[in-house]
């Protein structure tokens, strides 16, 4: 049979394109940790491979690099040769993370928040979850609900109860506007702890939930230490802890400045952190006491949490510690601001950031 051969599109043997997915899955974590390094990640790569034989006698991590390249993972540097993500790896390293984090959730049973506006149109969607008392008929899903009731009792005595029944969650069409402030301060990689990655991660999955799902929202990401700035959802992979003290009332100012701009009347903050504020700027002179709750460096945090509760913006507060001084100035921060706190460990932070999105999403604040 005649005909033409395109050999650069030649399907890879399922052998190598199984090693290929298995190396990418551990290349994108190390690339993550390394914040973008993709040589050191490379490197880590090499030295697992040396300790736990991740690679196989057929395919080796020079031949990964090459399919990395070839697949558009990575490039070569025109200038100087060195290896760097590109825009694919980027979304790549968001959607891992959303599916991570996001996949992972369970289904919650409705909050107490009471929702006198229901906003613009919602919809139902193809989410499913137990009926509770004060849904109504137009939210049961029949077809669900028989389903239910014949696997529970038959069809010899067919009846429905309440435990049979289903009910479609329906999606509210409110626009929100969410700022997510994450602490870069040193003590987020202190006594041996990595606490950057998972926040990363976790601004990295919502950035793709908000992205895909609700594209009518936004989500601005700033980062604050001595000072707060604001950084694009690309260069998230990159994000790296400084030298830096913890100015929460920098990053605050910065996030109202943001949300001033934004025209949807739901607005919020999250803030991710695992410290108290230990610095303030006066001037162009940093105040700054790492030692207790200063009381000037309080005292200015908790009158800015009072003024954006006057605009009506809360802050969810996300405290990746325990310890039970940093616990009571969470406390006095949410009181000021009538807003939320969690204290978390790194597993559960991306739940806990999730749920409380999706919360805040189907009521106006």
Known sequence: MLGYRFSQY????????SDFEKLLKIFMQLVLITSGNVAEALEWLTELDKQYKVTSQNYGIGDFIEQLKKEGYIEESPRDGELKLNARSEQNLRKSALEEIFGKLKKAKGGDHQTFHSGRGDEPTTERRDYEFGDTL?????????RNAQINHGLDNFFITEEDLEVMEREYKSQTSTVLMIDISHSMILYGEDRITPAKKVAMALAELITKRYPKDTLDVL????????IE?????YLQVGPYHTNTVSGLELAMDILRRRKNPNKQIFMITDGKPTCIKEGIRYYKNSFGLDQKILGRTLNLAGSLRKLKIPVTTFML??????????????????GNAYYSGLQGLGNLVFEDFKKNRRKNF
């Open 10 to 17: 030649t399907p890879l043997p399922e052998s190598a394109k």
């Open 138 to 146: 137009e939210q049961i899903s029949m077809t669900d609900s028989l």
């Open 223 to 230: 980062v604050f230490g001595d000072d707060a700035w604001q």
């Open 233 to 237: 959802i690309k260069d998230l992979p």
């Open 321 to 338: 510690a325990t310890d039970p001084y940093l616990k009571a100035f969470v406390r006095e921060f949410t009181k000021a601001n009538n």
